[in-house]
């Protein structure tokens, strides 16, 4: 079913048909080369006072551009911007862009100060999808899955259940459509026409437009075409489906860019901003672009293909911005922690798709859950009297993510479940949902030997937002098979959320068989084990005797790359408390199969993974966490510090791996 909904779009189109005008008439006359010199060389200078980097849209004046890569930034699409600006040491980004790429910005890095050039550059599909309209729309579609496009406001992204770009939005759809699920689809029409009919999907769609890829027209494509008939034509999936339907390539901006390097052909015709053809002719040298004609030309085009939001980035403000530290993006702490969800969601697709939450729901469809790659299993940091620091848990937790930690597991064994009482447990949960806001996958340790206690922690779990739950099979008790499998069975049938079996039978006294596993993998809310025991036979056989989807895990750092060269899914590691970035590359590997790359990591890792284990566990692995500096060396009775004899090993291990 495709059904139009139309909203907001003639006074949004007059409002920005009136912008566009008046940036049209107020467009500066270009620099000389000597004006251009001193520009570049005080925007460098104040780049560097402030600690900041440019990022910059490739819709941005070519000069712009240049900036970026000549001073170390980045120019891509608008998510790439985001993620490189996060990930980049400067505490300042400068987003040349519009202010929908500055929020999104501020969402993944809400610890870095975000600049922009003015605060006036918006964008057609921002502005005509507000975010009260928006959201009483979704509220009167209770049934269907909110997706919308990166190009919308903060709010509005909070609003939904995924976030897309251009690039993904096919592969999201596709996929959510495979999970028999409805979407709203916002803001942009004309791409989600594509989508929709590319899928075949079930779409709603927010009547939006982009001012820029509204305008090409089939007809001036089709005469371009007749003067070049040996050009192939590139197009953006925000043009009219008559121009897609030209199109040799349709695609996202680093998309067609691809496309331009790859094709055999000599000419282009490129439907999308213009500025592109900075990065296409810097890497096609060779090659010529020609513009896709649009709808007027001077006076009588509204965009004459080039986003007037775009191009009121220039030098003078980009510098007067520094200099002053005006235009700074601000985005409310719990409105860009519910925007991090869906946008998460888009950031881990690829690699790692997770959870899928029915809509009007929290309760989660099973084949739509995937965690995968390093799981650290987190110590609980504690003062040395056994408080525990909720200062360092959050420090913690923010710099696992920025090692490329995969998902966090928050009061497994490792987490001291065993010695923190229900409230400090069910708090140490609730802290590390809230400090990773949406980043990343938080699995919550709530396992017990009282099932009603399980329960209650499992409860908990779901209350305050994680993604799933690791539950340990109960200790001292020794159930019988019988009885952890009916453990196991009344705890998904009392929660509905993710919930993964743990199984470490030198912990807990009791081993869970693989056939009790096979019985319990049947059951819709139970998506996998952490198998503990080392035992590759085993693993195997749950593997290959499992439903497809499954999930088998590694509990033991030193066998975990086998485990995932067979088809285990990742590692629920206490070697990643230490070594993050490490483990979570070897993770990486072994899941796409490159096995030499894998093992090669997991030798260099194996001494490490041994000290881990000199002493019971957490015992070394908070002592070298503390080593790090990223925590005290508190840890609660009966466990008692390293003893001094495994020092010196614990430490050689950490300079082996070269973490010390």
Known sequence: MYVEIIMQEQSTSRDARQIVQDHLNTVKAPLSDAELAQAKARVKALLERENAVLVAHYYTDPLIQALAEETGGCVSDSLEMARFGAQHSASTLLVAGVKFMGETAKIL?????????TLEATCSLDIGCPADEFSAFCDAHPDRTVVVYA????????????????????????????????????????????VQKQTGADMLLWDGACIVHEEFKAQGVETLKQTHPDAAVLV?????ESVVALADVVGSTSQLIKAAQTLPNRVFIVATDQGIFYKMQQLCPDKTFYIAPTAGSGATCRSCANCPWMAMNALDNMAATLESGANEIFVDKALGERAMVPLNRMLNFKNKPIIILSPGTRAPVRSGVMFQGSMVALVTPMHSNGDVDWDALRKLVDWHIAEGTHAIVAVGTTGESATLNVKEHSEVITQVVKQVAGRVPVIAGTGANSTSEAVELTKHAKAAGADACLLVTPYY??????????????LADAVDIPQILYNVPGRTGVDMLPETVLRLAGHKNIIG????????VRARQIIDAAPADFLVYSGDDETAVELMLMGGKGDISVTANVAPALVARMCALAIEGQAEEARAINEQLMPLHSAMFVESNPIPVK???????????????????LSEQYHQRVAEAMQSAGVL
Request: glycine share 6%; hydrophobic share 40%.
């Open 109 to 117: 890095t809400p610890n870095k100060r975000v600049l922009m050039p």
């Open 151 to 194: 190009n919308t406001s903060a709010a509005v992204k909070a609003r939904a259940d995924w976030v897309v770009t251009s690039s993904i939005a096919l592969d999201v759809v596709d996929y959510l459509d495979a999970q028999g699920q409805k979407i709203i689809w916002a803001p942009d029409k004309h791409l989600g026409n594509y």
């Open 236 to 240: 953006h999936p925000e043009s009219p």
């Open 477 to 490: 008790n020794k159930p019988t098979q019988e009885g952890l499998y009916r453990h196991f069975m009344h």
């Open 529 to 536: 084990i952490k198998e503990a025991t080392g035992d590759l």
């Open 623 to 641: 002592w070298a966490v503390a080593r790090l500096g990223l925590m005290p060396d508190g840890i609660r009775l009966p466990m008692t510090p």
